[in-house]
């Protein structure tokens, strides 16, 4: 009877140290799904920008197919954001357009150099400003 008193609350406090370890486990898990979703997020909110930006970009391209003064466009709602462009004549059948996208109050423009031929227009150069 005695080397079982000894051993009375052992299986508790090795329920508990088992406890505490699931516990922490849980939390560090819970911490790094958190992490993950927030890069998620961000990634998504680059990638919508990115095709905010693209459309702003092809939108002008088209206007400059069949309008060689075509100045651009206000920002105005486009999907779940906005976009809008500026378009300056370079000379001769060069124009420079600034295309931007926003989203979620964020903001992405990209700068490309144009040609105007009787073909169509096509971008010569292009890079993301912000």
């Known amino acids: 009877m005695r080397?079982?008193?000894?051993?009375?609350g052992y299986a508790l406090?090795?329920?508990l140290v088992v406890l505490v370890l699931v516990s922490i486990s849980l939390a560090i898990l819970?911490?790094?799904?958190?992490?993950r979703m927030r890069l998620v997020r961000q990634e998504a909110q680059a990638l919508e920008l990115g095709a905010l930006s693209d459309a702003a970009l092809a939108e002008a391209l088209y206007n400059l197919t069949y309008d060689q003064d075509?100045?651009?466009k206000g920002e105005h709602a486009f999907g779940a954001g906005a976009i809008a462009s500026q378009v300056e004549k370079l000379g001769?059948?060069?124009?420079?357009v600034r295309a931007t996208g926003t989203y979620a109050g964020q903001r992405r423009s990209v700068e490309a150099e144009v040609v105007r031929t009787y073909r169509g227009t096509r971008v010569v150069r292009?890079?993301?400003?912000?």
């Open 92 to 96: 001769g059948n060069r124009y420079l």
């Open 126 to 130: 292009w890079a993301r400003v912000r």
């Open 3 to 8: 080397a079982r008193r000894r051993e009375d």
């Open 30 to 35: 819970a911490t790094a799904l958190q992490i």
């Open 13 to 15: 406090l090795a329920a």
């Open 70 to 72: 075509f100045p651009g």
